[in-house]
T-cell receptor, first 112, second 113 residues
Framework: DQQVKQNSPSLSVQEGRISILNCDYT??????FLWYKKYPAEGPTFLIS?????DKNEDGRFTVFLNKSAKHLSLHIVPSQPGDSAVYFCAARLSNTGKLIFGQGTTLQVKP | SQTIHQWPATLVQPVGSPLSLECTVEGTSNPNLYWYRQAAGRGLQLLFY??????ISSEVPQNLSASRPQDRQFILSSKKLLLSDSGFYLC????????????FGSGTRLTVV
């Protein structure tokens, strides 16, 4: 079963606007949630994370929101830039093993 | 500084041929190491992980195997490749900071023809 889901395979936004990427999870044993950014033919790079005891974490243009009751998290990018165009993976860390479970990814395209 | 190296970057292999992908980590000791695969249009699937020399855990049954002959070396192998083994293979290790998750290598694009 898919414990971490990104239901939108793709998203297109205009430069300067907000990009909102969503992620849902089913397991209550996750202690951290992370977002990774991936360009073609490269490994994913860490973007931002949030502890399960928090509901918001902000780093520059990137903010992650966690709604534990809904088992939902989102990544907000404001303002979006063309260089943000990439595949974004949501991941959740299992508290007992430390393993990361990844979503399917969302391809973001920011149009100039 | 801590770095992860993965090679080769691209590989084209015929069906039935063997496979060996190598990953090494520098600047740390006793890291947790992982092999992931990204198949076309799909997410990142954990294949193997290792918490120490000679300790390998397999996440999914498949045509591949992994070995960890040295503390900072992780190898992904196959005796006979299948077409379905094509994909983008990523090695990763766990950093000291749990909130950073994994650090990934640059990946290997494997095409089985």
């Amino acid at each position: 079963d898919q414990q971490v889901k990104q239901n939108s395979p793709s998203l297109s936004v205009q430069e300067g606007r907000i990009s909102i990427l969503n992620c849902d999870y089913t397991n209550s044993m996750f202690d951290y949630f992370l977002w990774y950014k991936k360009y073609p033919a490269e490994g994913p790079t860490f973007l931002i994370s949030i502890s399960s005891i928090k509901d918001k974490n902000e780093d520059g243009r990137f903010t992650v929101f966690l709604n534990k009751s809904a088992k939902h998290l989102s990544l907000h990018i404001v303002p979006s830039q063309p260089g943000d165009s990439a595949v974004y993976f949501c991941a959740a860390r299992l508290s007992n093993t430390g393993k990361l479970i990844f979503g399917q990814g969302t391809t973001l395209q920011v149009k100039p | 500084s801590q770095t992860i190296h993965q090679w080769p970057a691209t590989l084209v292999q015929p069906v039935g041929s063997p496979l060996s992908l190598e990953c090494t980590v520098e600047g740390t000791s006793n890291p947790n190491l992982y092999w992931y695969r990204q198949a076309a249009g799909r997410g990142l699937q954990l294949l193997f992980y290792s918490v120490g020399i000679g300790q390998i855990s397999s996440e999914v049954p498949q045509n591949l195997s992994a070995s960890r002959p040295q503390d900072r070396q992780f190898i992904l192998s196959s005796k006979k490749l299948l077409l379905s083994d094509s994909g983008f293979y990523l090695c990763a290790w766990t950093r000291d900071r749990v909130d950073y998750g994994y650090t990934f290598g640059s990946g290997t694009r494997l095409t089985v023809v």
